[in-house]
């Protein structure tokens, strides 16, 4: 018996014993369908030589199959490359790609409240990726109570209202200062920013509960907060205010490695050796690190795999259109800067 030629995804479901979607899904390798039903389904659109014709079912779903990568513009850009930012951007670039989506990186105006629904009403967007600590934790609030469909990098919303990823900022900075206090130091300096960013606030927890615990106290004037968009020029400054209150500080934990590098250079230039007479803990572990003098101790964070969550976090949403958090773990990397 000759078996007719399949050339739509309804012709492909119907030889398979499913609904249109699951094949769209399976074809699209999306992680909702289980990995036997996507071989079933890519073994029979083989043998049919079947190739979807992805512009018309774009047009068909009103989707575009495009994520936007959102950058909140301040009006004053950023002086310093973010690293850590662009790992993440590449993790998403792969976790899209292997979705059937592709990336648009789009930065908006700090004062434009319109962004996000001229994108989904244009259809040059299905849905939008954010970093907690570019934007004001209000737009998030906004944007999720009118349902946009958005995963954040950052702590989950208290409302539910869009998904997330996050890292599990208050263990990073209790781990990092336990390293530190285990190691001897007592004179512990917390370098953190922006002041609004509430995973900076849960690190600042960590880094108090790793003291009480301890039995030493934490000495407030030690703890300051510099400008993130131009980190190596804020460290300085930080470094400068940290000496002058006390000359004796033996430890800085910097909130990224951005920070942290910048206060190494501070530090050098006011006669501190690294880590002979202060250590330097960073946050990320962007992969420049590894290559600084000395090499940077760190609390890790996936940029890769971040991303790639982050990625498959917004499709989920977009197909299902459930939100969900997902969080990944914080892990101390020790090299030679403490």
Not at 59 to 65: G, H, K
Request: charge should be negative; proline fraction near 4%.
């Amino acid at each position: 018996m000759t078996v007719s030629k399949a050339h739509t995804i309804a012709d492909i479901a119907r030889i398979a014993g499913v609904d249109k979607s699951t094949v769209s899904r399976a074809l699209n390798d999306s992680p909702l369908i289980a990995a036997a039903t996507k071989e079933r389904i890519r073994a029979i659109a083989a043998q049919h030589d079947f190739q979807m014709n992805v512009p018309a079912q774009r047009l068909s779903r009103r989707q575009s199959n495009v994520a936007g990568l959102v950058s909140v513009d301040w009006g004053k850009g950023l002086k310093t490359l973010d690293m850590f930012m662009l790992e993440i951007m590449g993790g998403v670039s792969l976790g899209l790609s292997q979705q059937g989506y592709e990336l648009l990186v789009l930065q908006v105006k700090v004062d434009d409240d319109s962004w996000a629904r001229r994108y989904l009403e244009s259809g040059r967007a299905d849905g939008f990726i954010m970093l907690s600590a570019s934007c004001r934790p209000e737009l998030l609030t906004e944007l999720g109570a009118e349902r946009v469909p958005l995963v954040v990098w950052g702590p989950p919303a208290q409302n539910g209202d869009y998904s997330s990823v996050s890292g599990e900022s208050f263990e990073g900075g209790r781990i990092a200062t336990e390293h530190l206090l285990a190691t001897g130091r007592r004179r512990i300096a917390f370098l953190g920013g922006p002041t609004w960013a509430s995973e900076v606030e849960d690190r600042r927890l960590g880094f108090e509960a790793a003291h009480a615990a301890a039995g030493v106290e934490a000495n407030p004037a030690l703890t300051v907060y510099a400008d993130w968009k131009e980190p190596e020029a804020a460290a300085v400054v930080a470094i400068d205010t940290l000496l002058e209150r006390d000359p004796g500080l033996d430890a800085v934990f910097a909130n990224s490695d951005l920070f942290a590098l910048g206060a190494i250079g501070a530090l050098r230039a006011h006669g501190r050796r690294v880590p002979e007479d202060v250590a330097v803990v960073g946050y990320d572990d962007i992969a420049l690190a590894a290559y600084a003098s000395p090499p940077l101790t760190t609390i890790r964070q996936d940029g890769l795999l971040v991303g790639t969550l982050l990625a498959r976090t917004l499709v989920q949403r977009l197909e299902t259109g459930t939100d969900s958090n997902v969080t990944i773990p914080a892990e101390l990397v020790v090299r030679e800067s403490a």
